[in-house]
């Protein structure tokens, strides 16, 4: 039995890098850092971070072009890809990615803007879109709160005792 399985929950180290094969597919590589704590022997708080490189193709990545930004927390799973290129050195490299099948987005980096946070940036062929705007003599826009009427149940009315057979199920 083989399983090649990746899990990654971390923060985007920068926003992410949107191109078009030459057949037209979609493809994001994302950068992710993800953090490790222990306390060593000496009982000293200890902590480490790792650096990921993600790939992902075809509509999720489009989605991860518009959606995901720097600092951003998300997770991602899928598979480790390794792969050689020759650099514009012309030295043989190797690089190991997580190809990436499934993606959720998670909280959102500290400082990030309300009105510009989840807004698209890139359409499908990786055209930037305007960013919005934030001016400063605009007044904030605070979001809508509906209010949910939640049924009470007042014990000091109900007199009647429950009977089993008003019970529905």
């Known amino acids: 039995m083989n399983i090649n399985k990746v899990v990654l929950v971390g923060r985007l180290t920068r926003d992410p890098e949107i191109r078009t094969t030459n057949t037209g597919s979609t493809v994001a590589s994302i950068s992710l850092a993800t953090n490790s704590y222990w306390t060593d022997k000496s009982g000293q708080k200890k902590e480490t971070t790792e650096f990921h490189n993600i790939v992902i193709f075809g509509k999720l990545a489009e989605i991860a072009g518009q959606y995901l930004i720097k600092g951003q927390e998300a997770y991602f799973e899928g598979r480790l890809q390794s792969r050689s290129y020759v650099g514009k050195d012309n030295v043989e490299r190797k690089v190991t990615e997580v190809i990436a099948s499934e993606m959720q987005f ?21 055209q930037q879109q305007p960013a919005p705007q ?16 939640i049924p009470t149940i007042n014990l000091d009315e109900e007199q009647e005792e429950v009977k089993i057979e008003d019970v529905p199920f």
């Open 106 to 126: 998670g909280a959102k980096p500290q400082g990030a803007s309300q009105a510009g946070y989840g807004a698209p940036r890139a359409n499908a062929t990786g």
């Open 134 to 149: 934030n001016n400063a003599q605009a007044a904030p826009v605070a979001p809508q709160r509906v209010e949910e009427e």
